[in-house]
């Protein structure tokens, strides 16, 4: 079994395959932890599920927070006695990174654009829903040629309540009408509608440009991220949802560096 450990600025999401079956999978937060800390809580959530260290061949880690990754895989080796494969560090990919600089290209964006173009033919987008919001680029040739980065749809919303006197904070939710009929309904009408606004538009202005010399090439997007659900569903410009993408796609990245 495979475990994949995808860490992100306020989730850290980790999953168990089994071939390419997503068996298992939690998703804890985001905070610094000690080796022993971090291993424990590994086999705690292996035992949940009725599995021991042993059962575990192999681990993968994509992680956007440097100071947490040492901690990641020198759990990985004491407790689970498995050499975790880290995004990054010169793995092989089988995608050209052609940006201004590829080494400040998040891990997490090369995984989810490695999994995308392993089910979609290129050009391609993939929008992630995560603490920030960002939409990935495949070109023609599968090569990955950067993207856009937005703020998150939680960081908007605790803006608009830490910034503002007298309006609450509030939860995710869809509302069913755009016109808010008190603060709440309005506030929940512009962050959600206002949000998939931001996306859509995104999306379309990147589709245009990735179809530049084949008009009309369809761009799949594909939505993925712990909002992906939620937000992702309602956007016109979203052709598909897959949550789990960024586990499979450290999977696909194993299983390339296995060889």
Request: proline residues 3%; hydrophobic residues 40%; glycine residues 10%.
């Amino acid at each position: 079994m495979l475990l994949v450990i995808d860490v992100g600025n306020t989730n850290t999401v980790i999953g168990c395959l089994e071939g390419t079956a997503l068996v298992h999978h939690w998703r804890i937060s985001t905070v610094s932890r000690t080796t022993d800390e971090v291993g424990l809580l590994m086999l705690q959530l292996l035992d949940h599920r009725s599995l021991q260290a042993a059962d575990i061949h192999g681990a993968a880690i994509s992680c956007v927070v440097p100071s947490l990754l040492y901690t990641l895989e020198k759990a990985c080796r004491r407790y689970l006695g498995v050499e975790a494969m880290v995004v990054g560090r010169g793995i092989r990919t089988g995608m050209r990174v052609r940006t201004d600089n590829p080494r400040e290209v998040g891990a997490d964006r090369i995984v989810n654009a490695v999994a995308a173009l392993d089910r979609h033919q290129a050009p391609l987008v993939v929008v992630d829903f995560g603490t920030a919001t960002t939409l990935d680029c495949v070109d023609e040739a599968g090569d990955y040629v950067g993207g856009a980065i937005a703020p998150g749809f939680r960081i908007s919303a605790d803006a608009l309540f830490d910034r503002t006197a007298k309006l609450p904070r509030i939860e995710v939710e869809r509302p069913d009408r755009s016109i808010g009929t008190n603060t709440i309904s309005s506030m929940q009408s512009g962050l959600f509608w206002g949000y998939v606004g931001l996306v859509d538009g995104l999306a379309r202005r990147i589709k245009a440009e990735l179809r530049t010399r084949h008009p009309d090439r369809p761009v799949p997007c594909i939505a993925t991220g712990g909002l992906s659900n939620l937000i992702g569903s309602a956007c016109e410009e979203v052709d598909e949802v897959d949550a789990d993408l960024t586990l499979q796609g450290l999977r696909i990245l194993w299983e390339r560096n296995q060889r």
